[in-house]
């Protein structure tokens, strides 16, 4: 499959089935996403009030809407209009004043001089290891930063999410290329419970990347960038990556860092 058919299936997937469609959008609940991002560089919600922020796969707008709650100035993309439709809904109703600016575009087709100004923030959680290139979307981002500014990224781990990795290919053995009976197989051996958007995304989803710690830091000493947090922390790449294996925890991993002058 060629990269331009990987990301038609990918844009028709969350056409279909927006994610993450929470059932409980109080107000509480959407800052404690926010309050999540900000914690990886130890920084409670006061860090967004004020700040300039721009999110890469918004999704349906939880994060968004939580930072604009915030006092964030957000400006969110997504190519998925389904998604895009979800997130305005959810801001039109969460946010009185101050509502993010939602933008269906592709990540990766984002220039360097798109807006008027760079950003204090940039986040891409969940979004650009379903694109066919995160490190360029991962550039991109940087492009967009302002200096001094900080970047938030969140990828599938290349070690951690092996275990889901096997799951997705015996999924995928039984049901081929059908996604419907991907979905339909994969709740049924695996996560029963859990709302037919989240396993969409589990098994659904023909194309996801997995990346490492080193390969992250190795992107930020590329691009400028000085590493500040991660979520979870680690001491020893590999290692503790292996460990989160071992103790089926953190097959997503969010690295954070700020924009050198
Ligand atoms: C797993 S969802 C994550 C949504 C949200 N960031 C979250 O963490 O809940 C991935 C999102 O990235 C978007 N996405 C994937 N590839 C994209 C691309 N090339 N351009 C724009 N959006 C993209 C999808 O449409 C989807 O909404």
Same mark, same amino acid.
């Given at each position: ?48 009030? @004020? ?14 809407? @939580? ?195």
């Amino acid at each position: 499959m060629n990269n331009k058919e990987k990301e038609k299936l990918v844009k028709e997937l969350y056409e279909k089935y927006p994610y993450p469609s929470r059932s409980d959008s109080s107000e509480e609940k959407l800052k404690s996403f926010a309050l999540w991002t900000a914690k990886t560089i130890n920084e409670n919600n006061d860090y967004w009030e @004020g700040k300039t922020i721009l999110e890469l796969g918004c999704g349906t707008g939880e994060l968004s809407v @939580g930072l604009a709650l915030c006092g964030g100035k957000v400006t969110a993309i997504d190519f998925s209009k389904t998604s895009i439709k979800k997130a305005k809904l959810l801001a039109n109703k969460k946010c009185k004043t101050n509502k993010p600016k939602y933008i269906l575009k592709n990540i990766l087709k984002i220039k360097e001089n798109e807006f008027k100004k760079k950003f204090d923030v940039v986040i891409a959680l969940g979004s650009l290891h379903h694109t066919t290139n995160a490190k360029k979307g991962f550039e991109i981002g940087c492009k967009n930063l302002s200096k001094e500014g900080v970047i938030f990224v969140g990828l599938y781990n290349k070690y951690s999410r092996l275990r889901h990795r096997i799951k997705r290919i015996v999924v995928r053995i039984i049901a081929g290329n059908d996604i419907e009976k991907r979905i339909k197989i994969g709740k049924l051996f695996f996560d029963k419970k859990i709302q037919k958007e989240r396993i969409a995304d589990k098994f659904g989803q023909v194309h996801e990347s997995y990346h490492s710690i080193n390969e992250v830091l190795e992107w930020f000493k590329e691009q400028n960038i000085e590493f500040i947090g991660s979520k979870p922390t680690y001491k020893t790449p590999i290692i503790d990556e292996i460990n989160w294996l071992l103790n089926k925890k953190n097959a997503f991993f969010v690295m954070s860092g700020k924009k050198n002058k």
